[in-house]
């Protein structure tokens, strides 16, 4: 198997129900789970703690040479991936509101960018994965054979945060979400570098309407027809 059949990208904006649907499509072909969008998150959050000039990206890369990103495999399916800076758990400080929002402007800077690319190429050498993020598809490996590109009205998208967050005993309003999802759309869309936008040989699938569940039926079935199965 090639480097490009070993690899599934699966991109979108905020909410559109990625998370659970790259964890689902990992589970059913056996490929690992790779959470890009944890890896901002870790990384905005060692930023804020340390107190880093986002404008000073020598400062930047100095101060993440001392960090050290570990991505330990969700327990199952229906989990979060574990994530770790230096040792220390941070997979549920990571994943506020506040931390989104700050994951969204850190990932605007191009020194953060090119380390993270490079982690996340290095997880797609050593073995199959299915990589969610915002550019999976367009830059992480524009080479790989199964490329998603999964997308839904902003509403519909601040009203599946919301119930996400709700399960996570994290209190928030649909109007306060629907905001920062808006705001996060056009941050993530509107970057310079590696910006959010579908790969052009990447099949658009709307889900608005449809379950997550009919998602994955989807996706495996265009992977199972792309193998000839
Ligand atoms: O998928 P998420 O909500 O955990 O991502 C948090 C932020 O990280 C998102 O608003 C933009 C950024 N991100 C990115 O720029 N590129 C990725 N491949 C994944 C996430």
Redesign the pocket.
Same mark, same amino acid.
């Given at each position: 198997m090639s480097e490009k059949e070993n690899i599934i990208t699966i #991109?979108g904006p *905020?909410g559109v129900g990625? /998370?659970t649907v790259s964890r689902r499509v990992a589970a059913a072909t056996g490929f690992a789970y790779l #959470? @890009?969008? *944890? =890896?901002?998150?870790a990384v $905005?959050l060692y930023l804020k703690r340390h107190a880093i000039d986002l404008d000073n990206p020598k400062e930047i890369a100095y101060i993440l040479k001392t960090l050290r990103l570990e991505l330990v495999p969700a327990v199952n399916e229906h989990s979060d991936v574990g994530v770790f800076i230096n040792g220390e758990d941070v997979s549920d400080p990571i994943r506020t509101p506040e931390m *989104? =929002?700050i *994951?969204?402007r850190? /990932? +605007?800077v191009p020194v953060v960018?090119d380390i993270?690319t490079e982690i996340?190429r290095g997880y797609g050498k050593k073995g199959k994965i299915v990589a969610? $993020?915002?550019? @999976?598809g367009t830059v992480?490996f524009p080479d790989a054979a199964y490329k998603f590109f999964l997308d839904a009205k902003p509403e519909e998208r601040a009203r599946r945060r919301v119930e996400q967050l709700q399960k996570k005993g994290i209190a928030a309003s649909l109007q306060q979400i629907l905001e920062l999802t808006l705001e &996060?759309d056009k941050?993530?869309r509107s &970057?310079s570098v +590696?910006p959010?936008k579908q790969a052009d040989d990447a099949l658009l699938i709307d889900t608005t309407t449809i379950t997550l569940e009919a998602v994955v039926l989807r996706i495996l079935g265009e992977i199972a027809k792309k193998d000839g199965r």
């Open positions: #991109d *905020a990625k /998370s #959470d @890009t969008g *944890a =890896m901002y998150r $905005g *989104a =929002m *994951a969204s850190v /990932s +605007a960018r993270l996340q969610e $993020g915002r550019d @999976t992480v &996060r941050n993530d &970057r +590696a959010l």
